[in-house]
């Protein structure tokens, strides 16, 4: 059996399940409980059916049950997986939403998939294999940090985090007057595999955000971009920073951020 091959195809299912369903209009939500509750009726049907998928495709990998808990087991084999990654751009009637799926062994990630439907990207890596985009090998383009698109987010958790708040301002004041721009393009698992293909030249983030990064991750390392915490030491999904970056840009990345507290 060819796993990656079958995972793509759940994956692409359940993608094509929420592109049919997505409204175009944004989610008249007033209230964080009405948006919870959207959130609840698009996604528990889609995480459901893509459990269901890859249960049956490898039964014996357990599962991460809450893609908002940071914590990934240490030992074992499971899945890891976001049905609907990019909620909020889901409900606003916005493309730039995902599908992932990871299995993760031993607590590193060994096989991804990022499928963003509305943007026709699939992104696919497992261990030691390298990274496809649409099924072609990708890899980070050389440029100077000057001339290179940057993109940055923060953990769901940063909200509650003063910490993680106050280097998530610092480093992009840091980081903007060295770089062409900063953007923010929604599921920070695609922005992380966007570093492996060129299509981005790096990301950062502070605060624990293992569930989201790990897919990503995986892609863009394979792919052949540096992948550290903010103080260049390898990424592992019990870090409280990250950084995925062109390897001709790392250093520098790594010589901005030190400036953050």
């Known amino acids: 059996m060819d796993l990656l091959a079958d995972v793509v195809e759940a994956v692409h299912e359940v993608g094509a399940h929420l592109a049919r369903g997505q409204r175009p209009q944004p989610l008249p939500a007033a209230t964080v409980a009405e948006a919870m509750a959207g959130f609840a009726a698009v996604d528990g049907p889609a995480a459901e059916l893509l459990r269901g998928r890859l249960t049956a495709l490898?039964?014996?990998?357990?599962?991460?049950?809450d893609e908002l808990d940071d914590a990934v087991p240490a030992d074992g084999e499971w899945w890891s997986c976001d049905a609907t990654d990019g909620a909020v751009q889901y409900l606003s009637g916005l493309a730039h939403w995902a599908v992932t799926?990871?299995?993760?062994?031993?607590?590193?990630?060994?096989?991804?998939?990022?499928?963003?439907p509305l943007q026709r990207l699939t992104y696919?890596?497992?261990d030691g294999g390298g990274a496809r985009l649409g099924g072609r090998p990708v890899a980070p383009l050389t440029r100077e940090l000057a001339v290179a698109v940057a993109?940055?987010?923060?953990p769901p958790t940063a909200g509650h985090d003063p910490v993680a708040r106050r280097r998530a301002g610092e480093s992009l004041t840091a980081v903007l007057p060295r770089v062409l721009a900063v953007r923010n393009l929604g599921p920070t698992s695609l922005q992380v595999a966007q570093v492996g293909s060129g299509h981005l030249g790096l990301f950062w983030e502070y605060g624990?955000?293992?569930t989201n990064l790990l897919p990503g991750a995986l892609i863009a390392r394979?792919?052949?971009a540096a992948v550290t915490d903010a103080q260049g030491r390898p990424w592992t999904a019990r870090a409280d920073s990250f950084v995925?970056?062109?390897?001709?840009?790392?250093?520098?990345?790594?010589?901005?951020?030190?400036?953050?507290g």
């Open 101 to 116: 799926a990871t299995l993760v062994r031993d607590g590193e990630p060994v096989l991804a998939v990022v499928h963003a």
């Open 208 to 210: 624990p955000d293992a």
């Open 58 to 65: 490898y039964p014996r990998a357990r599962w991460c049950e």
């Open 244 to 260: 995925a970056a062109a390897p001709s840009l790392h250093r520098d990345l790594l010589d901005v951020l030190s400036q953050v």
């Open 222 to 224: 394979e792919a052949g």
């Open 124 to 126: 696919t890596a497992v």
């Open 151 to 154: 993109a940055g987010g923060h």
